[in-house]
């Protein structure tokens, strides 16, 4: 898709046309000035907005432009399976430069389309614009029964702390990229994670569905500061015994040969979009959630009162990480 | 709001203060992973999505800030008016370079969410991101009756073509400010259209209420070219007089100093948030439309058999002139 050949209106036709018909759940999408969404009975909807900007989120050296497509939308998603929502469709914002390469729109709508299809989240509208660099915004909906989302405020003193997914793997993938050592075999695996997360979606619906968690969040920013949001919300403290952490497999060791602290990249490193969920102390066990939620699933800490986090390392505390990432407070990338 | 000082969360929490906590038909809003709507039954949920771009949709040198945060809702908001949906709230994108002036920030948020709590429309959520240029990126949500919406497919030949508004006053503002000429008092109204546009909320609400309309869009790329979505949509063709095209109060006269044909302004200029739309031919006449509508209402033309947009003057055809907008092939601004 050539945006200089086709202009504006020609982009959105051919998105249009690459997108499909499929509705769902609208009755009228890209094409009118609104796209018309129909809630079915007793369902809320969830909404959340998400933007990548080149050379803050990403850059084109290191990136493949499918995978980016993709990542566009699952980070979206990720927030989705965070309210144990089920998606319904989305809209995009894609700001390019005027010399776009075509391949490289066509490949990074290629990736999003796909996920999208495989999501069942078909794309419903947005808007195409130019300017100096690439921007994606997707806003993605999604639907749950009424009073049935997973919110960050519902975690009380006692309740477990526990992880869907694994921590850490993404930030060191991004360090690997960064300092040019991303071709090892031992680099893909966390590469793939840094450059092409998977949304929880299943897990989050089926923890909704199971009345499993009394809190949830995923983890964008950092363990530290994704978990400080749901004890902020629900005014409450936590401790995490840091040996519990589940690190992706080969972690530990390739972190230490790059000179990492492997429980850092854990804690503070970001865009591993896991979900952290708390649940009631007496419930079914880690490895019984890991089965019904079909992933790896770790308890890692508890709920107390107060409204600190507190980290153990075998029983003694541990002093906090600088926090996630802050988009006015870190260098980028 | 500095958002250095404050940092990203900092920055998110300042929002969330002012924005205030009515939230409507929203359960959740800030402070969760995604926000949380409530639909009333028989409705249908209306979303929009429309981004600015610093440098490609606005300059800081002839922008206010305060406008422009109103303008970035108001473009959204205008897309609501064409489907004749009532706002129920909004997300926004902010994308700000780290340097961005604190005094700035505050007047762009303060001129947004004045216009957010006078259209009934609070912000729900967002996200901030830093960036190389400002980018202001607005999902507005509306409700509607369902399968009451305004569409842009409803137009039968001989259904008339109208306007709610005027037209051109947005394009010649821009031109005085693009040429610097925006400091004369004849100016003034012009350039006010053009940096604080209006959407036409209640008009829209009110036609989709008097089921008064068969078609709308609302006019932000150029009449001819909105115009143009509608007949593509509804596969029928139109003819337009240009004499009846409704230009604001002194518009002509100001236009011919400049150099510009008014005419071209009206049918190619873009960023009016005037409504056209279509309404079958035994119905209320254009004055009595503006007395239900609470606005200048003006009939302009007629829908046809074909796929062609006819424009005549004095019943003789005229040239289109070359289009409105168009982000990859016309220059910037």
């Known amino acids: 898709m050539d945006p200089r050949r086709l202009g504006e209106f020609g982009l959105i036709e051919a998105i249009r046309r690459r997108a499909g018909s499929r509705a769902g759940a609208w009755t009228r999408t890209i094409g009118d000035d609104a796209a018309l969404l129909r809630p079915r ?3 809320e909807i969830a909404v959340t907005v998400d933007a990548l900007v080149e050379d803050v989120h990403f850059r084109w050296s290191t990136t493949p432009p499918r995978a980016l497509g993709r990542k566009a939308l699952a980070v979206s998603l990720s927030d989705l399976a965070a309210m144990g929502a089920r998606p319904l469709g989305f809209l995009l914002v894609l700001a390019l430069p005027r010399d776009a390469a075509p391949a490289r729109v066509d490949a990074v709508l290629g990736g999003m389309l796909a996920l999208a299809r495989s999501a069942g989240c078909p ?25 049935r989302a997973l919110l960050r405020s519902g975690a009380r003193p006692g309740h477990r702390v526990l992880v869907a997914g694994e921590l850490g793997a993404a930030a060191l993938g991004l360090r690997l990229l960064e300092s040019g050592r991303a071709g090892r075999p031992a680099a893909r695996p966390f590469v793939r994670r840094q450059l092409d997360p998977v949304p929880l979606l299943d897990a989050g619906m089926r923890l909704r569905r199971g009345r499993l968690a009394s809190a949830a969040i995923d983890v964008s920013d950092g363990l530290v500061q994704d978990l400080g949001h749901v004890l902020d919300e629900s005014r409450v403290g936590a401790e995490v015994h840091v040996e519990q952490l589940p690190l992706a497999r080969g972690l530990a060791r ?27 102390a007496r419930g079914p066990a880690a490895g019984a959630l890991a089965r019904r939620l079909g992933c790896r699933v770790t308890e890692i800490g508890r709920i107390r009162r107060g409204r600190s986090l507190r980290l153990l390392r075998a029983g003694r505390a541990l002093s906090l990480p600088g926090g996630g990432w802050d988009h006015f407070k870190a260098a980028p990338l």
């Open 123 to 147: 794309l419903v509208g947005g808007d195409t614009v130019s300017g100096p660099c690439w921007t994606l915004s997707t806003t993605a909906f999604g639907e749950v029964p009424r009073g």
């Open 41 to 43: 009975p007793g369902c």
């Open 254 to 280: 390739l972190a230490r040969e790059e000179g990492l602290d492997p429980v850092t990249l854990a804690l503070a490193g970001g865009e591993d979009y896991a979900l952290v969920f708390c649940a009631p």
